[in-house]
């Protein structure tokens, strides 16, 4: 076989950046993942002639479709939906539904392309998809929110199936979202099928689906720091977000002896020295996923805690560090400012929250730093299981469940381990998720061929 020419790096990165120009999301993720393929393919011709991972940042298909709504005053809304089905290489497109002003092809793009490497890492058969609108829920009646899902399912159905492409929730899309667009798809086709994931527990959907995330991102945290002998317990913890990855990942690392300090949305974060106790949770998740209020009114509920308008938590002086709310939310200067306050760990509750600038202050820093497609793919692992429990119609137990978990968390962070360990004692999470993800998913696409 003739050797081919090999693209370098900077080269490719070109291409990308020309092909993808104004979608710079879609860029970063795929520039993490290319300074440490690169790397790890310049001794592997296979991989370098079959295009491998031009063609993993390549995505399948992008179906972009208009979404048209009426509202409660009778107006006609109209707004664009995307589902990107990036690959699969490896089982049927998977990966959730967000629903957020801020969402453009290349935010989905960029979550697709992440999900690919974060599904191949759970050891699940899951390819990797996402989907979503512009549509922005907050101050939206019940009945809005209604009519956008089903409007949005009247065109999604015809590209998603149980062994097709299986969407789930993210960001605006909770178990409310879920059985609106679970019924529209059921109604047109006639068909009830493992379809969608986060599905409510008497039509479907498993036990600690909900809690998956953010617990699994405090169990990639524990193995992290169980590998300088270390733990959880008597630590204190700053957590950005105050939805349900941030106040589960903070249920655990209170569960496990830890003291979170912070919990923040949009608005600012608060800081409670005196540690946000399970009580304090059961209240943010009540205030925020049912009243839809604010994070700032924890303030008059509980007294010694104080609200920061416009900030992010990352100055709060801590040893844990959980970014659980959305992308870009911790730049170089707040990486630098953890590693500073003496943060030993940072886990990735949220997809790609921490910028290209963050990344390398906490790889040239040393920190035990999981990157979300690591530490946060409890959430869809537990959909894979919900997926293995709709196809052998039956419901498995909560503490089997639990273990699942647990032993999924702890295989990714064995893989991470595999591929980024790099002597003295130091592991680098980035590295070894990416190469771990990508050789699963290039393996299977050699076997298949150019297709
Ligand atoms: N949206 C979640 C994620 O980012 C879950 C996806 C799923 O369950 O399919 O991984």
């Not at 949770?281 to 010694?304: L, M, N, P, Q, S």
């Not at 959430?379 to 293995?388: F, I, K, Q, R």
Request: glycine share 12%; charged share 25%; with cysteine.
């Amino acid at each position: 076989m003739a050797v081919s020419d090999h693209v370098d790096f900077n080269t490719f990165m070109e291409g990308v950046k020309r092909r993808n120009a104004y979608q710079p999301e879609f860029v970063q993720a795929v520039q993490e993942v290319a300074e440490d393929i690169f790397d790890f393919i310049q001794d592997k011709e296979e991989y370098h002639a079959q295009q491998i991972l031009r063609r993993i940042a390549e995505p399948d298909r992008v179906v972009s479709f208009r979404v048209c709504w009426e509202d409660d005053k009778g107006n006609i809304r109209v707004q664009r939906g995307w589902r990107v089905q990036n690959n699969n290489a490896i089982g049927p497109y998977k990966g959730g539904i967000r629903f957020h002003p801020s969402v453009t092809e290349s935010v989905l793009k960029f979550l697709a392309f992440e999900q690919t490497f974060k599904n191949a890492l759970t050891g699940l058969p899951m390819g990797g998809g996402k989907g979503g609108s512009n549509f922005n829920p907050k101050g939206k009646s019940v009945r809005e929110i209604m009519r956008f899902c089903q409007s949005f399912m009247t065109e999604l159905y015809r590209h998603i199936g149980a062994d097709i492409d299986v969407p789930a929730g993210d960001i605006g899309v909770g178990g409310r979202e879920i059985g609106y667009m679970f019924g529209q798809y059921k109604r047109i086709t006639n068909e009830f099928t493992g379809v969608l994931t986060g599905k409510g527990l008497e039509w479907g959907g498993s036990l600690i689906r909900t809690e998956a995330t953010g617990y699994g991102a405090v169990y990639f945290l524990e193995n992290m720091l169980a590998t300088r002998g270390d733990g959880v317990a008597g630590k204190t913890a700053v957590i950005s977000g105050s939805g349900n990855v941030a106040t589960h990942a903070a249920e655990k690392i209170v569960q496990l002896g830890g003291k979170v300090l912070t919990l923040s949305d949009s608005g600012g974060f608060i800081h409670d020295p005196d540690g946000i106790t399970q009580d304090k949770i059961d209240w943010v998740k009540t205030h925020k996923t049912h009243r839809r209020g604010r994070i700032e009114d924890y303030c008059a509920e509980f007294k010694g805690a104080t609200f920061h308008a416009g900030q992010t938590p990352w100055g709060v002086k801590c040893e844990l560090a959980l970014p659980c709310a959305t992308q870009n939310e911790l730049l170089g200067d707040d990486a630098r400012t953890l590693v500073a306050n003496g943060c030993i760990a940072v886990s990735e509750g949220a997809n790609m929250p921490t910028d290209l600038e963050g990344v390398h202050v906490f790889k040239a820093a040393k920190l035990l730093y999981a990157p979300g497609k690591a530490s946060n793919a409890g959430g869809v692992a537990v959909s894979g299981l919900e997926m293995s429990q709709n196809s052998a119609r039956r419901s498995w137990k909560e503490d089997e469940l639990q273990q699942m978990l647990k032993d999924i968390m702890s295989g990714i962070h064995a893989r991470c381990l595999e591929y980024g360990q790099q002597g003295g004692g130091y592991c680098d999470y980035v590295r070894g998720a990416n190469i771990g993800g990508f050789k699963k998913v290039a393996d299977a696409m050699l076997a298949f061929g150019v297709v």
